[in-house]
């Protein structure tokens, strides 16, 4: 049953990120900062399902239920990287829906398309090398006990539990990148769209406050989706969190929330309605 569940995700968010991907790449009105960064969101959504789910999929299939060291090693360092990458973008993209209904004759300076590819390669940059500080600590600590991660997937938590040595250190460190890549982000993204409300609640335009709450409304909906479950999991030492939930919660935002994004930006946006429209007419 989890085998067909999971797959259902997986096709969906296979479906739904590509198609954003290719509609914002094919229709010249979406070649805008905001649909600039979709694509860096959707393409990083493929990435971070890819790295995992195939190999669930194998698990719950068959009989077999392992996976190699190495396999695990590089399972964790891509699904944490893609993470924490997701992290920062997702401020990013909150920045620039301020930039746009705050700073509107500003925008074209702010959001100048050399800045945008600077501000994608940030992303990118800190959570590779944030994930390659965790995996180095991670792998460090020796796995004493039995080799059986009780877990869906190769996570931080989960394999901290099998180290028969004393992982304080490796959960400070943990507890402190966590705070720096989920707490911090989202008082900035919560801080951009204090400012938004503000701004919104001047403007005089129905029209306008129809698209403002469209687009932001969709931002912090997958925002929702994505740091929520994320703080239940990275924010807590690994031996205050329940196995069963973090198992479930941990499902819930790698399977689930990815296929979610698509939905969420495309259904209630014109502009993406309008580019299927000219598209396929």
Same mark, same amino acid.
């Given at each position: 049953?989890?085998?067909?569940?999971?797959?259902?995700?997986?096709?969906?968010?296979?479906?739904?990120?590509?198609?954003?991907?290719?509609?914002?790449?094919?229709?010249?009105?979406?070649?805008?900062?905001?649909?600039?960064?979709?694509?860096?969101?959707?393409?990083?959504?493929?990435?971070?399902?890819?790295?995992?789910?195939?190999? @669930?999929?194998?698990?719950?299939?068959?009989?077999?239920?392992?996976?190699? =060291?190495?396999?695990?090693?590089?399972?964790? =360092?891509?699904?944490?990287?893609?993470?924490?990458?997701?992290?920062?973008?997702?401020?990013?993209?909150?920045?620039?829906?301020?930039?746009?209904?705050?700073?509107?004759?500003?925008?074209?300076?702010?959001?100048?398309?050399?800045?945008?590819?600077?501000?994608?390669?940030?992303?990118?940059?800190?959570?590779?090398?944030?994930?390659?500080?965790?995996?180095?600590?991670?792998?460090?600590?020796?796995?004493?006990?039995?080799?059986?991660?009780?877990?869906?997937?190769?996570?931080?938590?989960?394999?901290?539990?099998?180290?028969?040595?004393?992982?304080?250190? $490796?959960?400070?460190?943990?507890?402190?990148?966590?705070?720096?890549?989920?707490?911090?982000?989202?008082?900035?993204? @919560?801080?951009?769209?204090?400012?938004?409300?503000?701004?919104?609640?001047?403007?005089?335009?129905?029209?306008?406050?129809?698209?403002?709450?469209?687009?932001?409304?969709?931002?912090?909906?997958?925002?929702?989706?994505?740091?929520?479950?994320?703080?239940?999991? =990275?924010?807590?030492?690994?031996?205050? $969190?329940?196995?069963?939930?973090?198992?479930?919660?941990? @499902?819930? =935002?790698?399977?689930?929330?990815?296929?979610? $994004?698509?939905?969420?930006?495309?259904?209630?946006?014109?502009?993406?309605?309008?580019?299927?429209?000219?598209?396929?007419?």
């Amino acid at each position: 049953v989890l085998f067909v569940i999971v797959l259902m995700f997986y096709l969906m968010t296979l479906t739904g990120n590509l198609f954003i991907i290719i509609l914002s790449y094919l229709d010249s009105h979406l070649h805008t900062p905001m649909y600039f960064f979709l694509s860096n969101l959707s393409f990083l959504d493929l990435c971070y399902s890819t790295s995992f789910i195939p190999q @669930l999929l194998v698990n719950l299939w068959g009989p077999e239920k392992t996976i190699s =060291y190495t396999g695990c090693m590089i399972q964790l =360092y891509f699904s944490l990287a893609l993470g924490t990458t997701e992290c920062v973008l997702l401020v990013v993209m909150s920045y620039d829906r301020y930039a746009a209904v705050c700073r509107p004759l500003h925008y074209t300076v702010l959001m100048h398309p050399r800045f945008c590819h600077l501000l994608a390669v940030a992303c990118w940059v800190s959570g590779f090398t944030n994930s390659a500080l965790h995996s180095f600590f991670t792998f460090w600590a020796p796995l004493c006990r039995h080799r059986q991660v009780d877990h869906f997937l190769c996570e931080v938590p989960a394999l901290l539990r099998l180290s028969c040595v004393d992982t304080r250190a $490796n959960e400070l460190t943990l507890m402190v990148m966590s705070s720096i890549f989920v707490l911090i982000p989202l008082i900035l993204i @919560l801080s951009s769209y204090g400012a938004i409300a503000r701004a919104v609640l001047r403007m005089q335009s129905t029209t306008g406050l129809q698209k403002v709450f469209g687009t932001c409304g969709a931002h912090l909906m997958v925002v929702s989706l994505f740091f929520i479950p994320a703080m239940c999991i =990275y924010l807590q030492p690994p031996s205050g $969190n329940s196995q069963d939930q973090g198992k479930f919660i941990a @499902l819930f =935002y790698t399977v689930v929330t990815p296929s979610l $994004n698509p939905l969420i930006y495309t259904l209630r946006n014109r502009d993406v309605r309008g580019a299927v429209k000219r598209l396929v007419g």
